[in-house]
């Protein structure tokens, strides 16, 4: 892997980062990301499963898929990748994370704020109330669960295609990836938006965008520069090279 001065540079010396992250941050720690041979939706389009209109076609089919899904995520455990990141945070001013990712290991690698732009797996609300259920909803074979208050429908409190982001959240994420001097897109295809329009718009704005991934990628044409590799592997060099002219603040 080969950093560029101007890179070097910046983790030494900015205040101001912004890190947008996708599934291949997790897939070291064993989460199968979404694309690709290997990914989750090589046998499944995705319309077939996250999309509101698949989830009302066909409830179960969606809850077994989730169902999997939870189960692998509960026992991943964070990796490198994720623990650099906090290692960032806690080394730079102005520091925002961004996730597309559902698996909650940002949080459970000790980041203190995270910016879910795709909800949450741990999460289930029922569709007719509007109520969240406190526990983390598991459903059995051939079956979607259901609503304690009014027996209405159980769903993930996941992004689906075709639904809105979290308005606030998607803001506030706008907001730092224009206003931060380095962005860097970690483990995302870029193929979805409006996520993967933060860097471009970082870009616009000024910003040295650097992507971490182990492919070329849609946006890799687009960003200042890329470093091939694994994330597990790369960003835990970016915390050294941080910290090597800092001091880091202790977790509060
Ligand atoms: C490694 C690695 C290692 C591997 N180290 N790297 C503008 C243009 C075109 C279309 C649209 C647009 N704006 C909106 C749309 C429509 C749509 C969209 O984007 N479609 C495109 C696919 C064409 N977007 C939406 O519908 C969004 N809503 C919206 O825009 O609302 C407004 C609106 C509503 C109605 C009408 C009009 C507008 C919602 C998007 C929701 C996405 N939801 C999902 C599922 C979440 C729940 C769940 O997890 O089950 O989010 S889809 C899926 O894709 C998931 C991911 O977060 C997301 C992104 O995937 P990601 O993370 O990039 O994963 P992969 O697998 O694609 O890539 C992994 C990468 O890692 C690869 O590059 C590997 O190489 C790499 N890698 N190992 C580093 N170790
Ligand atoms: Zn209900």
């Given amino acids: 892997m080969t950093i560029s001065a101007r890179l070097e540079a910046l983790l030494k010396a900015t205040d101001s980062v912004c890190v947008l992250t996708g599934a291949g941050i997790s897939a070291e720690s064993g989460i199968p990301t979404f694309r690709g041979p290997e990914g989750l939706w090589a046998r499944f389009k995705p319309e077939e499963l996250a999309s509101f209109d698949a989830f009302i076609r066909n409830p179960a089919l969606v809850w077994e898929w989730y169902t999997y ?5 509960h026992q991943a455990q964070p990796n490198p990748g994720h623990h650099a990141l906090v290692r960032m945070e806690r080394l730079v001013r102005e520091f925002t994370l961004v996730t597309q990712n559902v698996d909650n290991l940002h949080a459970r690698a000790g980041a203190a704020k995270v910016l879910e732009l795709h909800g949450n ?3 289930s609300y029922c569709i007719e109330c509007r109520e969240f259920t406190s526990e983390i909803v598991l459903a059995t074979p051939g079956q979607a669960p259901t609503c304690s208050a009014c027996g209405g429908l159980l769903r993930p409190d ?7 982001l979290p308005q606030l ?25 409006p996520a993967a329009g933060l860097p471009l718009r970082a870009r616009e ?3 040295y965008v650097v992507e971490v991934n182990t492919e070329p990628t849609e946006l890799s044409h687009r960003c200042s520069e890329t470093l091939h590799g694994k994330a597990g592997e790369i960003l835990p060099h970016l915390a050294d090279m ?5 001091k880091e603040q202790p977790s509060s």
């Fill in 69 to 73: 899904r939870k189960t692998v995520m």
């Fill in 121 to 123: 797996i741990e999460r």
């Fill in 169 to 193: 959240v998607l803001q506030e994420a706008f907001r730092a990836s224009e206003r931060c001097e380095l962005f860097l897109t970690i483990g995302t295809s870029g193929l979805v938006y």
């Fill in 205 to 207: 704005c000024g910003a």
């Fill in 158 to 164: 996941v992004v689906w295609f075709g639904e809105v």
């Fill in 242 to 246: 941080m910290s090597a002219s800092r």
